[in-house]
């Protein structure tokens, strides 16, 4: 679980909400279903305008990483790999053949297959380097969605405003009902910019680093796999992976996620 994106949230939406309570204000000023209506409606639009279905699909399912790392511990990867490589060393590179079922990575096992199958090194990292550039160009468009709904929802929130002004604009005889008219047209704005800057913005910025770190998970896989091919010393492959990743860095999640 990711306490820094649960604590942001508490954090930002107490702030807003103990901040009107001591203005005076009441919570049910601020719930109006149509005013989010307009706003998610209009930024979900906009949205799905601008990008393929597919990758606005891909977009959504990313966002439980944003409370959920579900990435797999770079020691326990690297011991995979040390392992792997004490067997091909005893007992030959295409001794790994058997282990091919067992593995769940598929980026892990497509490189070992062709390592068992007698791809030469080069070859290996040029189709692996290939299929983790291609990862990469899609992997970009995840956070531009998140980004794109964070500049669309502030300008969709003013559409709202103008539409409930617009409402008002009718009532001009009732100054009474003119006052609370304007203050429920511009609760549209507030859930446009509160959007944008309290989830749209910051949820990209969190994917970003997610996916840089799968990236960085394949790139360690990969230089794994054909030191194993080479036939380096696995306590070498294990200090070189190593260097993929900061130890204190991985030591400091390790105790934030206990």
Do not use: C
């Not at 040029?126 to 794109?148: C, F, G, R, T």
């Not at 960085?216 to 070498?236: A, D, K």
């Amino acid at each position: 679980m990711d306490k820094s994106s649960f604590a942001g949230i508490a954090i930002a939406l107490g702030g807003i909400v103990v901040g009107l309570l001591l203005e005076g204000g009441r919570l049910a000023q601020i719930m109006q279903p149509t005013a989010a209506l307009i706003v998610f409606g209009g930024t979900l639009g906009a949205v799905m305008l601008q990008f393929p279905l597919r990758v606005v699909i891909a977009a959504a399912r990313r966002l439980g990483q944003i409370f959920v790392d579900n990435a797999k511990d770079p020691q326990t990867l690297i011991g995979e790999l040390v392992g792997y490589a004490h067997k091909a060393r005893k007992e030959g590179i295409v001794s790994l053949d058997s282990d091919l079922e067992s593995i769940k990575d598929p980026f892990l096992k497509k490189s070992l297959m062709l390592a068992v199958d007698g791809t030469e090194p080069v070859e290996i990292r040029k189709m692996m380097e290939l299929e983790l550039d291609n990862q990469a160009e899609h992997d970009d468009y995840i956070p531009k969605v998140l980004e794109s709904a964070g500049g669309f929802s502030p300008t969709v929130g003013i559409i709202g405003a103008v539409l409930g002004l617009i409402q008002v604009m009718q009532h001009l005889d009732d100054i009474g009902e003119v006052g609370r008219g304007i203050a429920v047209a511009f609760v549209a704005t507030i859930y446009g910019v509160g959007m944008a800057n309290l989830f749209f913005i910051p949820a990209a910025g969190k994917i970003k680093i997610r996916l840089r770190q799968e990236q960085t998970l394949r790139e360690m896989v990969l230089e794994g796999v054909i030191s194993i091919l080479e036939g380096m010393n696995p306590r070498m492959i294990e200090t070189k992976l190593n260097g993929f990743f900061s130890q204190a860095n991985q030591n400091a999640d390790r105790k934030l996620a206990e």
